[in-house]
């Protein structure tokens, strides 16, 4: 941290000039690594979306067609190389889940890799060229040298630690991968600096304990100290930021973190020469501009400029709370004028439950737009709440308080943030989920169905009591229009995994204003709802039905009756995960694309069975099997 001679303790005034050279061109080094993967990132996102865009038209000249099949040399070597890069990086090795355990999984193999390059790549620039001999002339300064180039490796870094902080950056512009799910990321850059820190000073300091002028360094050379500080700063947030100490306290930890990183920033001002100083800004840089632009359209959206001259300048939203089964809450924002993605979340605060809180949450229901709205966007927005502890406790004490006179609450909006798969091509979807985890699949869900691209969808939502799915029931059951209009062969299928359930109790819970039309569904179930088990496939029996052009017709629906185009299973059982991907998968004639959410021990399972499944049936590697896509999500933050 201490990056010029006059941070030195009184040794040789020259030799911070000596190292700079070659130090600054390692830093450049670093940043045209970095540049150059975001680049590929880039260069595959836009790879997709022309394939995308190609099987789209391929759909409106051919609505029979397959357009996720390659069907050129070309197109077969790119998925080729695609699908050898999801079995590589979709694995989880083994996951943790027992007390504080669980907080030191290890990352899917994907991310695994992706630091394993990042290490090989500091450790380079940190040790090469820098451990001397006592043959060489430079042999006086083997201290000084290391110290000053993990300085330069250590500064260089933080500006990429404050870009991968921020909701609108860069990388996700240039890649499309959302902010959130670059976190992980962001925390370990964030440790790999401290430890790189630690290389810088203790090289210094072990300089100066040979020289016996320790306490006068300290005590003479303020921006010592400076330094010292923004390493102990650092150190903290790495430790505050253990999921375990996230998890305790999430307000406490966003409101320190946001301090420290700004103490952080003036601590390593303080610290660096005036010719390393840019990279302090660097990082202030992508700070103002992420929240620059949050902000206006925070105080946008909240003002409600969109609105009529006469209704504008009101602040926030009515909100208005319904308590749900099982701890959890609807909250249904009224009057809300922009459009969103399915699957996009939004951060609300509510200052009757605590100022400066911000929370995010996934968005429950469709944008009127895509949900063939007349004025454009929808006038509510639906979050669902499980409540645990926090602000998410406070919030249903306060819907149990509402409860009987349903008295709006206000809130503020500030989104909607993140960038959900894009689901238009695949021929088969296969979406699974866990408790509240449909919240998040069942937007995405109806915009498919709404769509009607693809041509086999599957919905699997597993919960432990029955009483949970009152939730989504209605709009499960209004799919049955859509599915005729638009031919899609869906299958729904639900798990209550608690005890003392039965499909006549769910039955009894129909309602005399739903019952005409729940009895439109085909309901499907066995006598014995015990014994009942989806059907799986051996993968001898599977293999033989994928030729390279297999003749397939999709259904259609010409009669009142929905018993070909969909079908609602009940069960009592808890599925394994080859219960729920095995056959939709066998039976895809294009590619499938996989949507989870859930717990993080589940979702462990998932990519280790999808990575499975794609090596078994040897995914475009000549048995004529078809691509999997797997997007996962996980409770927390």
Same mark, same amino acid.
């Given at each position: ?5 006059g941070?030195?303790g009184?040794?040789?005034?020259g030799?911070s ?8 061109a390692i830093?450049r080094?670093?940043?045209?690594i970095?540049a ?9 996102r836009?790879?997709d979306h022309l394939s ?5 038209r391929?759909?409106?000249r051919s609505?029979?067609?397959i357009p996720?099949?390659?069907?050129n040399p070309?197109s ?13 990086t979709?694995?989880?090795p083994f996951?943790?889940s027992r007390g504080l ?5 290890p990352p899917?193999l994907?991310?695994?890799?992706i630091?394993?390059a990042?290490?090989?790549m500091?450790?380079t620039m940190l ?7 006592p ?8 201290w000084e040298?290391?110290a000053?180039?993990a300085?330069w ?5 933080l500006?990429?630690?404050y870009?991968?902080?921020c909701k609108?950056?860069i990388i996700s ?5 959302s902010?959130?799910?670059l976190?992980?990321l ?10 790189t820190?630690i290389v810088?000073w203790s090289?210094f300091f072990r300089?100066?304990?040979l020289?016996?002028f320790?306490t006068m ?18 150190g903290?947030?790495?430790l505050?930021?253990?999921g375990?100490?996230r998890?305790k306290?999430y ?5 320190q973190?946001l ?6 920033l003036w ?9 390393a100083?840019?990279?302090v ?7 103002v501009?992420d929240?620059?632009g949050?902000y206006?359209c925070t105080v946008?959206?909240?003002l ?6 006469q ?6 939203y009515?909100?208005?709370l319904?308590?749900?089964t099982?701890?959890?809450?609807r ?8 459009r969103w993605?399915?699957g996009?979340?939004v951060y609300?605060?509510?200052p009757?439950?605590g100022f400066?809180q911000?929370h995010?949450?996934?968005i429950g229901?469709?944008?009127?737009a895509?949900?063939?709205?007349t004025d454009g966007?929808?006038?509510s927005l ?5 409540a645990?502890?926090g602000?998410?406790r406070?919030l249903? #004490?306060k ?10 609450i206000?809130a503020f909006i500030s ?5 959900p798969?894009?689901l ?5 979807i296969?979406f699974i989920?866990?408790s509240?985890?449909?919240?998040f699949?069942?937007p995405?869900?109806?915009?498919v169905?709404n ?16 009483? #949970?799915?009152?939730?989504?029931y ?9 599915v ?8 729904v ?9 039965s499909?006549r109790?769910?039955e009894a819970q129909?309602t005399a204003?739903?019952?005409?039309d729940?009895q439109?569904?085909?309901v499907?179930s066995?006598s ?12 001898e029996?599977?293999l033989?039905?994928y030729?390279?052009?297999?003749a397939?017709?999709?259904p259609?629906t010409?009669?009142s009756?929905l018993n ?7 069960t009592?059982?808890?599925?394994s995960?080859?219960e729920?991907l095995?056959?939709?998968?066998e ?12 717990g993080?021990?589940?979702?462990a399972?998932?990519r280790?069975h999808?990575?499975w499944l794609?090596?078994d ?9 078809q ?8 409770y927390?933050?």
């Amino acid at each position: 941290m201490d990056m010029d001679m006059g941070m030195s303790g009184g040794m040789d005034m020259g030799s911070s000039g000596m190292f700079a050279p070659t130090n600054m061109a390692i830093a450049r080094s670093y940043w045209y690594i970095v540049a150059a993967f975001v680049a590929f990132l880039g260069l595959i996102r836009w790879t997709d979306h022309l394939s995308k865009a190609i099987g789209r038209r391929a759909l409106r000249r051919s609505p029979e067609s397959i357009p996720s099949r390659p069907k050129n040399p070309l197109s077969k070597v790119y998925a080729t190389g695609t699908a050898v890069m999801r079995e590589m990086t979709y694995p989880q090795p083994f996951h943790l889940s027992r007390g504080l355990s669980q907080y030191f999984s290890p990352p899917p193999l994907g991310r695994c890799l992706i630091l394993v390059a990042y290490w090989i790549m500091v450790l380079t620039m940190l040790w090469s060229n820098v451990l001397l001999k006592p043959t060489s002339s430079m042999y006086a300064y083997k201290w000084e040298i290391v110290a000053f180039r993990a300085a330069w490796v250590s500064v260089t870094q933080l500006p990429l630690v404050y870009c991968l902080s921020c909701k609108i950056n860069i990388i996700s512009l240039i890649s499309g991968v959302s902010y959130e799910r670059l976190n992980w990321l962001h925390q370990w850059v964030a440790r790999t600096l401290f430890l790189t820190v630690i290389v810088h000073w203790s090289f210094f300091f072990r300089e100066w304990s040979l020289a016996e002028f320790v306490t006068m360094e300290i005590s003479m050379m303020p921006m010592v100290r400076y330094g010292f500080g923004a390493w102990a700063v650092v150190g903290w947030m790495v430790l505050s930021s253990l999921g375990y100490l996230r998890a305790k306290s999430y307000e406490f930890f966003v409101l320190q973190h946001l301090v420290s990183a700004v103490v952080l920033l003036w601590l390593v001002h303080k610290h660096v020469p005036a010719y390393a100083a840019y990279n302090v800004w660097l990082a202030v840089g992508f700070v103002v501009l992420d929240h620059a632009g949050r902000y206006c359209c925070t105080v946008y959206y909240n003002l409600h400029l969109l609105k009529a001259s006469q209704d504008r300048f009101t602040l926030g939203y009515a909100a208005f709370l319904k308590v749900l089964t099982h701890n959890s809450i609807r909250v249904s924002i009224e009057d809300v004028r922009f459009r969103w993605t399915p699957g996009q979340h939004v951060y609300i605060s509510i200052p009757s439950l605590g100022f400066f809180q911000s929370h995010p949450f996934t968005i429950g229901n469709l944008s009127e737009a895509i949900n063939g709205g007349t004025d454009g966007v929808s006038r509510s927005l639906e979050l669902y709440i499980q409540a645990q502890s926090g602000f998410t406790r406070k919030l249903l #004490q306060k819907a149990k308080r509402n409860s009987v006179v349903d008295e709006p609450i206000r809130a503020f909006i500030s989104g909607p943030l993140g960038i959900p798969p894009s689901l238009e091509i695949y021929e088969t979807i296969v979406f699974i989920a866990t408790s509240s985890g449909a919240s998040f699949n069942l937007p995405l869900f109806e915009a498919v169905i709404n769509q009607g691209h693809c041509w086999h969808v599957y919905f699997y939502w597993i919960v432990r009591e029955k009483e #949970q799915l009152d939730w989504f029931y209605h709009r499960i059951t209004s799919l049955a229009t859509s599915v005729k209009r638009n031919r899609v062969e869906v299958t729904v299928v639900f798990f209550v995994t608690g005890e003392n359930t039965s499909p006549r109790l769910l039955e009894a819970q129909q309602t005399a204003a739903n019952r005409e039309d729940y009895q439109r569904l085909a309901v499907s179930s066995s006598s014995s709802y015990e014994d009942e088990k989806l059907e799986a496939f051996s993968m001898e029996e599977r293999l033989s039905t994928y030729p390279e052009q297999a003749a397939w017709t999709k259904p259609t629906t010409t009669d009142s009756s929905l018993n070909n185009v969909s079908q609602i299973k009940y069960t009592r059982s808890r599925p394994s995960v080859g219960e729920l991907l095995n056959r939709p998968v066998e039976h895809a004639r294009g590619e499938t694309a996989i949507v989870a959410c859930g717990g993080a021990g589940f979702i462990a399972d998932v990519r280790n069975h999808v990575t499975w499944l794609s090596d078994d049936r040897a995914v475009h590697k000549g048995s004529g099997a078809q691509g999997i896509f797997l997007f996962t999500e996980t409770y927390g933050w």
